[in-house]
């Protein structure tokens, strides 16, 4: 009853595929790592890394792990409630509020949380790595620093 309801209630976005291989003495062994974005569109988000043999299992295993980590973003209207720099290893990544109307400005990685987010209109630069894992968590972290202006 409940997975019905969850079906309905989140949007999930594939952001990364990865083919992983290891030697082993029988020859490679082959699977995949995916990085999915979970969210509601009413400021809830989340993100959930999954590993399995087959890419199915793997975004199965990501959305699972997003669900049960969401964080709740404050909102000012449909856009952020301050400007926010943050650097997360080797990603760095700018959030800045739009005014309403001028929609999401945003790279593909920082796009798919927003999105996912419920957040309509922001504008955004990824400053440091191109690697869309690192910019998802960037983000993840920048959303997660925001505070609640009044």
């Known amino acids: 009853m409940s997975d019905h309801r969850d079906l309905q209630e989140f949007v999930e976005k594939v952001v990364q595929v990865n083919r992983v291989s290891k030697k082993t003495k029988g020859g490679n062994k082959f699977g995949f790592s995916v990085v999915v974005v979970v969210g509601d569109k009413k400021n809830r988000v989340?993100?959930?890394?999954?590993?399995?043999?087959?890419?199915?299992?793997?975004?199965?295993?990501?959305?699972?792990?997003?669900?049960?980590?969401?964080?709740?973003?404050?909102?000012?209207?449909?856009?952020?409630?301050?400007?926010?720099?943050?650097?997360?290893?080797?990603?760095?990544?700018?959030?800045?509020?739009?005014p309403v109307g001028s929609g999401v400005i945003a790279g593909g990685a920082v796009r798919a949380v927003v999105d996912a987010a419920g957040i309509r209109d922001i504008s955004s630069k990824v400053l440091g790595t191109k690697n869309q894992a690192s910019n998802v968590y960037a983000t993840l972290e920048a959303l997660r620093n925001l505070k609640k202006v009044e």
């Open 46 to 98: 989340g993100v959930g890394l999954g590993q399995a043999p087959d890419v199915t299992s793997a975004v199965k295993k990501a959305v699972t792990y997003a669900k049960k980590h969401l964080i709740t973003v404050p909102l000012k209207g449909t856009t952020i409630p301050h400007s926010i720099r943050i650097k997360v290893g080797a990603a760095e990544v700018l959030l800045k509020p739009a």
